[in-house]
């Protein structure tokens, strides 16, 4: 992301008024220039220590102003100079450097919230919300679950001590704790009674005219979708009619989202975070409806996710051509399911095709990012080799057996045990066909 001509003069403005104030020493109004800096710089895609650095600066000055004089708004500009370096570290990946801004944040803060002040509240059941959100990332469940169930109360205090409207962000507390729960394999209705609180408070906000938050109720919408499939998966139900709802309840959140999404797209965000927002419940439907064996309306789906996405095939984001490259690799295995193995062919040749440009030098990715796709060019290869066997074509089979385990053999330091299974379905495959 490069700086826009109007983000770098505004810059240049206010590096010159640091220049000007710098000469009379230390002042609120300094630290909020520095301050100043680093949000500009982190919102044209700065250098994340050049970031740090300036909110580095406004820390120093704000602790010194404070520990001359306890002041509540120098203590809450601190407390957001901490808050903003935590949303740049977190931009960054710097996950652990991000929780302990977050801490600091909310400790400078804290005084404040303990005082009954409303706005110093609604601030730490952000932060909260935010550092949940990151405990959930990186498997700290118990922590996160803290953390939101806090952030939700926090929340709903501060409705009744203000006059700050917090039901979104009660929705989105909401529908993280639904996704926390579901990774905490929660049971089923604890589950599905937070993502319904949370739509519950989206549709009440988007009756009110803010139609922006349809794209939330989609999201609230596939989380609860993805729940009860978890559900019909491996529930137990008192009769197969009842089983057979639930699956039409799995299909009629997913096919809801799809339409929020599509009318959003429809009434012109044609952006690439829209069209994506999209793309993933739709191949969701695809997936669901394949794993159903309803094979004609899977390659239906994905008949139209290779048609209307086209673009994605030309993707820099590695994550979202991948999941292109599987929608061409989904409807291969459609096609092997209907005895159309030709055309199956066509799409399995493209997934390796798609799946090797991220693979190539165009793609500047790490050694360490490269092997999360390999496993899935692993598959592609398995299912292309399966193809060819049912065309017997044996030596193609053969030769895409062969490069597969070879694969998957350079990738057993990296990802282990799941190298060992695939491994075991490379040798499986080619003994059959010796």
Excluded at 273 to 289: H, M, N, Q, R
Aim: charged fraction near 30%; glycine fraction near 6%.
């Amino acid at each position: 992301m490069s700086c826009h001509c109007g983000c770098g003069n505004e810059l240049n403005n206010v590096r010159n008024k640091i220049a000007e104030l710098e000469k009379d020493g230390k002042s609120a109004e300094l630290a909020a220039l520095y301050a100043g800096a680093a949000v500009l710089q982190f919102e044209s895609g700065g250098e994340l220590n050049d970031i740090v650095a300036e909110f580095n600066k406004a820390e120093v000055i704000l602790i010194d102003l404070l520990a001359e004089n306890e002041d509540v708004e120098i203590r809450r500009a601190l407390g957001n100079v901490y808050l903003q370096r935590a949303v740049a570290y977190n931009d960054y990946d710097d996950y652990e450097a991000a929780l302990e801004s977050y801490g600091d944040a909310v400790k400078t803060l804290k005084p404040l919230d303990d005082a009954g002040d409303g706005e110093a509240k609604y601030d730490i059941a952000g932060i909260k919300l935010n550092r949940g959100t990151i405990k959930h990332e990186i498997g700290g469940f118990e922590e996160a679950k803290t953390d939101f169930d806090e952030a939700f109360t926090a929340f709903r205090a501060v409705e009744k001590i203000s006059e700050l409207d917090t039901r979104y962000f009660m929705a989105k507390v909401s529908v993280a704790q639904g996704h926390l729960f579901r990774d905490m394999v929660e049971p089923i209705d604890k589950v599905v009674d937070a993502y319904n609180r949370a739509m519950r408070l989206f549709v009440e906000l988007i009756e009110g005219g803010d139609l922006t938050l349809e794209r939330e109720l989609a999201n609230a919408l596939i989380g609860r979708c993805n729940a009860y499939y978890e559900e019909y998966k491996e529930g137990e139900f008192e009769s197969e009619e009842k089983h057979s709802a639930k699956i039409e309840d799995v299909l009629l959140d997913i096919r809801r989202a799809i339409g929020i999404l599509q009318r959003i797209v429809d009434e012109g965000d044609e952006s690439d975070s829209a069209k994506a927002d999209l793309f993933y419940p739709v191949s969701t439907e695809g997936s669901i409806l394949f794993d159903l064996e309803r094979f004609e309306e899977a390659k239906s789906v994905y008949d139209g996710i290779i048609k209307n996405f086209s673009e994605f095939a030309e993707e820099e984001d590695p994550v979202l051509l991948n999941h292109y490259a599987s929608a061409h690799e989904s409807r291969g295995a459609c096609f092997m399911h209907l005895d159309d193995q030709k055309s199956a062919l066509g799409d399995f040749d493209e997934s390796i095709k798609l799946a090797g440009k991220i693979q190539s030098p165009s793609f500047d990715l790490e050694d360490d990012e490269r092997f999360l796709f390999l496993p899935s060019l692993a598959t592609y290869y398995a299912n292309r080799a399966n193809c060819y066997a049912a065309l017997g074509q044996l030596d193609k089979a053969r030769e895409d057996g062969n490069y597969g385990l070879e694969l998957v053999k350079s990738l057993k330091e990296n990802i282990g045990e799941e190298a060992d299974i695939f491994i075991e379905i490379f040798e499986q495959m080619l003994e059959q066909w010796k």
